[in-house]
């Protein structure tokens, strides 16, 4: 990246566009940053993938997640929580060994946890996305640079949300963690100013309605 993109964020595309530049044009994460982060959703499968994924990142780059993301799913049956229920010692033995993961003991097992909490949420709230999106930001889009994002870590949203997941039980959802999982799912909108994704993005947010 280079001092320019460092100082403003944003970085020149192969379109020619301007983008956040977090994703330094590598395919991957370009293809990740246009197509995905930010977008809202209340699909429960992939807002559960989501959290696990951002647990998983915690102490690494999420570049090394999304390369790792189709062998992860594989490895936690596509991240639908019922089969996960399945998976016992044995599972996390084979897991832990299995180079084409993140061979972490504590977020594998952390995963099979919180597929139980996932469900017993569904239970209480109607479902996962019913319960994440209460805890969206009230107030309007407001103006966002580099300055201000890079040293955003939490937010009071994201801290309230962590304290309730672990109230109930959950691990690896610290608030930064929550947070990094509340920008990804579109429940902050945090494409900075000139980025080409801000407001369209911004547009499908308007438009989406949070599960009651």
């Given at each position: 990246?280079?001092?320019?993109?460092?100082?403003?964020?944003?970085?020149?595309?192969?379109?020619?566009?301007?983008?956040?530049?977090?994703?330094?044009?590598?395919?991957?994460?370009?293809?990740?940053?246009?197509?995905?982060?930010?977008?809202?959703?209340?699909?429960?499968?992939?807002?559960?993938?989501?959290?696990?994924?951002?647990?998983?990142?915690?102490?690494?780059?999420?570049?090394?997640?999304?390369?790792?993301?189709?062998?992860?799913?594989r490895a936690f049956a596509n991240f639908e929580p019922p089969a996960l229920l399945a998976f016992g010692a044995a599972d996390v033995e084979r897991l832990?060994?299995?180079?084409?993961?993140?061979?972490?003991?504590?977020?594998?097992?952390?995963?099979?946890?919180?597929?139980?909490?996932?469900?017993?949420?569904?239970?209480?709230?109607?479902?996962?996305?019913?319960?994440?999106?209460?805890?969206?930001?009230?107030?309007?889009?407001?103006?966002?640079?580099?300055?201000?994002?890079?040293?955003?870590?939490?937010?009071?949203?994201?801290?309230?949300?962590?304290?309730?997941?672990?109230?109930?039980?959950?691990?690896?959802?610290?608030?930064?963690?929550?947070?990094?999982?509340?920008?990804?799912?579109?429940?902050?909108?945090?494409?900075?100013?000139?980025?080409?994704?801000?407001?369209?993005?911004?547009?499908?947010?308007?438009?989406f309605v949070p599960p009651a």
């Amino acid at each position: 990246m280079d001092e320019e993109a460092r100082a403003s964020g944003l970085i020149v595309g192969p379109d020619g566009q301007a983008r956040c530049a977090w994703h330094g044009n590598d395919p991957l994460y370009l293809a990740y940053h246009d197509e995905e982060w930010g977008r809202p959703t209340a699909d429960d499968r992939y807002l559960f993938e989501k959290l696990c994924l951002e647990g998983f990142q915690a102490g690494l780059s999420w570049l090394t997640i999304l390369r790792k993301r189709e062998n992860l799913r594989r490895a936690f049956a596509n991240f639908e929580p019922p089969a996960l229920l399945a998976f016992g010692a044995a599972d996390v033995e084979r897991l832990v060994n299995d180079a084409g993961i993140v061979r972490h003991r504590g977020k594998i097992e952390s995963v099979l946890n919180n597929a139980r909490r996932a469900l017993a949420l569904v239970e209480e709230a109607g479902s996962l996305a019913a319960f994440v999106w209460r805890f969206a930001p009230s107030s309007r889009l407001q103006r966002l640079d580099w300055a201000t994002l890079k040293t955003r870590t939490r937010t009071p949203e994201s801290t309230m949300l962590s304290r309730e997941l672990r109230r109930r039980g959950w691990s690896f959802v610290g608030p930064t963690t929550v947070y990094a999982f509340m920008q990804a799912v579109g429940i902050v909108n945090d494409h900075i100013e000139g980025c080409c994704r801000r407001e369209p993005v911004e547009a499908l947010r308007r438009a989406f309605v949070p599960p009651a």
